[in-house]
């Protein structure tokens, strides 16, 4: 049976994350299903109980040197990490990432949270892929109640943060170059980026 939590800052939480745990936690957005990044089971546990094989979540860290550590390239960072922390999800080159987390992708999406508690949790655990607390082609769980109709027992554990709401989710861009792409408008205005 899957464990509620109250809090990330639960420091079983973060064992649990540590030690290859899947569950839903409330970001600065909405509700996620998580996974430790360093973990390949818990990743590979993530996409399946997603039934989201070939599209990759988004990696949220506590630092950008965090981040550099995984694989993601430095100077790409440098250039976005004056948006953080923030609802922003930015597509960097994945090269070096290995690919349990990144499957088919050349690229993936990652963003340093706007979320003390979060970020609290993040520096224990290290970085976590995050993809939206749902299945494919529903709605994303606004409850920890709508999150345990999409996955019950299949996750090892939840944080209820209670109703979030109409949270948007983060937006995310990438660049060409230096021509700014939008990929999703959401909690933050992409124009305000210009």
Request: no cysteine.
């Given at each position: 049976?899957?464990?509620?939590?109250?809090?990330?800052?639960?420091?079983?939480?973060?064992?649990?994350?540590?030690?290859?745990?899947?569950?839903?936690?409330?970001?600065?957005?909405?509700?996620?299903?998580?996974?430790?990044?360093?973990?390949?089971?818990?990743?590979?546990?993530?996409?399946?109980?997603?039934?989201?094989?070939?599209?990759?979540?988004?990696?949220?860290?506590?630092?950008?040197?965090?981040?550099?550590?995984?694989?993601?390239?430095?100077?790409?960072?440098?250039?976005?990490?004056?948006?953080?922390?923030?609802?922003?999800?930015?597509?960097?080159?994945?090269?070096?990432?290995?690919?349990?987390?990144?499957?088919?992708?050349?690229?993936?999406?990652?963003?340093?949270?706007?979320?003390?508690?979060?970020?609290?949790?993040?520096?224990?655990?290290?970085?976590?892929?995050?993809?939206?607390?749902?299945?494919?082609?529903?709605?994303?769980?606004?409850?920890?109640?709508?999150?345990?109709?999409?996955?019950?027992d299949a996750v090892d554990?939840?944080?209820?943060?209670?109703?979030?709401?109409?949270?948007?989710?983060?937006?995310?861009?990438?660049?060409?170059?230096?021509?700014?792409?939008?990929?999703?408008?959401?909690?933050?205005?992409?124009?305000?980026?210009?």
């Amino acid at each position: 049976m899957a464990l509620i939590f109250t809090s990330v800052t639960d420091p079983k939480l973060a064992e649990l994350l540590r030690s290859g745990a899947i569950g839903i936690i409330p970001t600065d957005t909405v509700y996620g299903l998580v996974g430790r990044a360093s973990h390949p089971e818990a990743i590979t546990r993530l996409y399946r109980v997603k039934e989201r094989e070939l599209a990759p979540g988004t990696m949220i860290a506590h630092s950008v040197a965090a981040l550099v550590e995984l694989g993601f390239p430095s100077h790409h960072l440098t250039r976005v990490e004056k948006y953080w922390p923030a609802p922003l999800s930015v597509v960097l080159d994945a090269t070096d990432i290995p690919d349990y987390l990144k499957q088919t992708r050349e690229s993936l999406p990652v963003r340093i949270p706007n979320h003390p508690d979060l970020l609290e949790l993040l520096a224990v655990t290290g970085p976590l892929m995050t993809t939206s607390a749902n299945t494919p082609h529903f709605p994303t769980s606004r409850t920890i109640d709508e999150a345990v109709a999409y996955f019950g027992d299949a996750v090892d554990f939840y944080v209820d943060a209670g109703d979030l709401g109409e949270r948007p989710p983060s937006t995310i861009i990438g660049y060409n170059g230096d021509e700014l792409i939008v990929y999703r408008r959401g909690a933050i205005d992409p124009d305000s980026l210009l």
